[in-house]
């Protein structure tokens, strides 16, 4: 599966653009604030219906423009056609049906490596869950549901508990109702955990793998910690689950009221990634961490080819410019090695001549545009 054309129309400050796409690496070269990272957001958008960066729709919306319109559209394998629209609202069309964002994340598998994503170690613990429950829409698009309920359950619980505190509920109101959404919210953070402990489980043996290669150090020892409250999950049952979530929300109810907020759940772990049994957090230099997401992400898409046979779509965005040389060239090599389709943006093109010989090409970006000269498989 491969993107085989892309038509875009104001998206951000691209205008009118249609672009013909290689099999293999397509690399869009220029210096920045030139719009290379939009052609990747629009194709995430139309896959996914979020950005990899910070938005609102109206973000997206041409000020400059009577009929505010934003329109993407990519022809898949040559045959299947997404459309995204964007006037009030966004909706995507598959082969001029309606269609959902559910099953284009299905159809339409992707890995986004961006330098944001490199820097999850030292970020918040809500970024390294995401890292995780990225990978999880990945393996499962299904899990994005789990996910999406989970948050509506917990923005409820969230409202019961404050509504409770600012007086706008009774305590009685607000105990019963608290009652009545606990089953609800335990039942889908019990899954959410299970989904992510699982996958830690199943993904860890070749991350172990792919960052020894990184790294060139086949004695580094790397492991992947779920904890909560500074207790480590990893080695827990399903069974053990619930009953934990249960005897934890009663040791923290009246906390959890005080606050107004939610104090138990997945919303409040975080993973722990340990290199040689010490925290990457705190004993890593930023170029081992880079590392360390690098592996995990590569990792996932092996995982991934093995389980279903096929390659995800690869985002880099500028990426690799944030990485030494070691770490950039086992990058190109894993690039080179697999059979998926790339997007790569970068200010440098004289990294990837390598991957050019496998029948890339190259779109130069100026000022919104493609340079009609560069659009030609090298």
């Known amino acids: 599966m491969f993107f085989d054309t892309l ?39 139309l896959i ?30 040559e045959k ?3 459309e995204l629209k964007i006037e009030s609202r966004a909706k995507i069309t598959k082969n001029n049906k309606n269609y959902s964002w559910a099953k284009a994340v299905k159809d339409l598998p992707y890995v986004l490596f961006s330098p944001e994503s490199l820097n999850a170690i030292k970020a918040s613990s809500q970024e390294r869950r995401a890292l995780i429950d990225q990978s999880l829409v990945l393996l499962n698009p299904e899990n994005q549901a789990l996910i999406k309920n989970y948050q509506k359950v917990l923005r409820q619980r969230n409202r019961i508990l404050s509504d409770r505190k600012n007086e706008k509920l009774s305590i009685k109101q607000g105990d019963a109702l608290l ?19 699982d996958l830690l489980k199943k993904i ?20 992947v910690d779920y904890v909560t409250s500074e207790q480590k999950l990893n080695e827990w049952q399903r069974a053990d689950l619930r009953p934990y979530l249960e005897k934890r929300a009663a040791t923290l109810v009246t906390a959890e009221k005080a606050s107004g907020l939610s104090l138990v759940g997945p919303h409040k772990h975080d993973i722990y990634f340990q290199l040689n049994s010490y925290d990457s957090r705190y004993y890593c ?18 995982y991934y080819k093995r389980t279903f046979g096929r ?24 690039l080179k090695e697999s059979e998926g389709q790339a997007f790569i943006t970068t200010t440098d093109l004289s990294f990837s001549q390598d ?5 890339g090409r190259v779109f130069e970006v100026s000022e919104g545009k493609v340079l009609p000269e560069k659009n030609e498989v090298v």
């Open 179 to 197: 009652d009545s959404i606990n089953p609800s919210f335990f039942d889908l953070a019990e899954e959410l955990m299970w989904q992510r402990l």
């Open 204 to 223: 860890g043996p070749i991350f172990s793998f792919v960052c020894k290669e990184i790294m060139a150090d086949k004695n580094v020892e790397i492991a």
């Open 355 to 359: 991957l050019l010989e496998l029948g």
């Open 48 to 77: 996914s219906g979020k950005s990899f960066r910070p938005f609102k729709t109206e973000h997206l919306l041409a000020k400059d423009h009577v009929d505010k319109l934003v329109y993407v559209c990519a022809n898949v394998d």
């Open 311 to 334: 390659w995800p779509f690869l985002f880099l965005d500028d990426v690799l410019s944030e990485l030494d040389a070691q770490k950039r060239d086992h990058l190109i090599r894993f």
């Open 7 to 45: 038509r875009l129309y104001q998206f951000r400050n691209l205008q009118q653009q249609e672009l013909h796409f290689a099999k293999g690496p397509n690399i869009l070269v220029g210096p920045n604030g030139q719009g290379k990272s939009n052609f990747i957001e629009a194709l995430i958008y």
């Open 285 to 302: 230099s930023q170029g081992q961490q880079r590392a360390i997401i690098l592996s995990f992400k590569m990792a996932k898409i092996m």
């Open 80 to 82: 299947d056609k997404y």
